[in-house]
T-cell receptor, first 115, second 117 residues
Framework: EAGVAQSPRYKIIEKRQSVAFWCNPI?????LYWYQQILGQGPKLLIQ????????DSQLPKDRFSAERLKGVDSTLKIQPAKLEDSAVYLC?????????????FGPGTRLTVL | AQSVTQLGSHVSVSEGALVLLRCNYS??????LFWYVQYPNQGLQLLLK??????LVKGINGFEAEFKKSETSFHLTKPSAHMSDAAEYFC???????????????FGAGTRLAVHP
């Protein structure tokens, strides 16, 4: 079974530029998550989708971050404009139903450096 | 609100020695607890989880953890460390909210385990 795919793996941009990340979850998984992992910290949930609807985006900085999940499969996370403090690894995860005890399967992440 | 504290950002052990990674949580209700491992340049992988039932949980690669409600702890152990265990380990909690729903997964800051010959 293929795992969670993410691209690109690395991205370097200047502050105030835009960037987009792509995620393809495990086939059949209804729930998709985007996490931000700053160096030295644990992952922090940015947004959770159930199929193509948003379940939780309370920690998403909506003035600059946006995310969508078209047709309940792939998802993109966009940052516009980027700030220095956005430098982090962005992790995508998926789970079968989003239940409290569901296992979340993580992709390898996209490492973003903002200069 | 739920929170997780991992004591020790770095732990170093000799190959063959006991591994003990500490995790304490705060939750107003019995939580669901998880340990994830992250190898360099890879995503997180579930090691084990506690939901209900037996408080001693066995996971992959010989790891186990014990849920101790009285101590609000969920420490991760392995009797004998291998070089391949070198990685970062994250404890996470998912609490149940008052309306019967559940909260997001909250991760600790992680503990980096080094294993030396």
């Amino acid at each position: 079974e293929a795992g969670v795919a993410q691209s690109p793996r690395y991205k370097i941009i200047e502050k105030r530029q835009s960037v987009a990340f792509w995620c393809n979850p495990i086939s059949g998984h209804a729930t998709l998550y985007w996490y931000q992992q700053i160096l030295g910290q644990g992952p922090k949930l940015l947004i959770q989708f159930q199929n193509n609807g948003v379940v939780d985006d309370s920690q998403l900085p909506k003035d600059r971050f946006s995310a969508e999940r078209l047709k309940g499969v792939d998802s993109t996370l966009k940052i516009q404009p980027a700030k220095l403090e956005d430098s982090a690894v962005y992790l995508c995860a998926s789970s079968s139903s989003g239940g409290a005890t569901d296992t979340q399967y993580f992709g390898p992440g996209t490492r973003l450096t903002v200069l | 609100a739920q929170s997780v504290t991992q004591l020790g950002s770095h732990v170093s052990v000799s190959e063959g020695a006991l591994v003990l990674l500490r995790c304490n949580y705060s939750s107003s209700v019995p939580p669901y607890l998880f340990w994830y491992v992250q190898y360099p340049n890879q995503g997180l992988q579930l090691l084990l989880k506690y939901t209900t039932g037996a408080t001693l949980v066995k996971g992959i690669n010989g790891f186990e953890a014990e849920f101790k409600k009285s101590e609000t702890s969920f420490h991760l152990t392995k009797p004998s460390a291998h070089m391949s265990d070198a990685a970062e380990y994250f404890c996470a909690v998912r609490g149940i909210s008052g309306d019967g729903g559940y909260n997001k997964l909250i991760f600790g800051a992680g503990t980096r385990l080094a294993v030396h010959p």
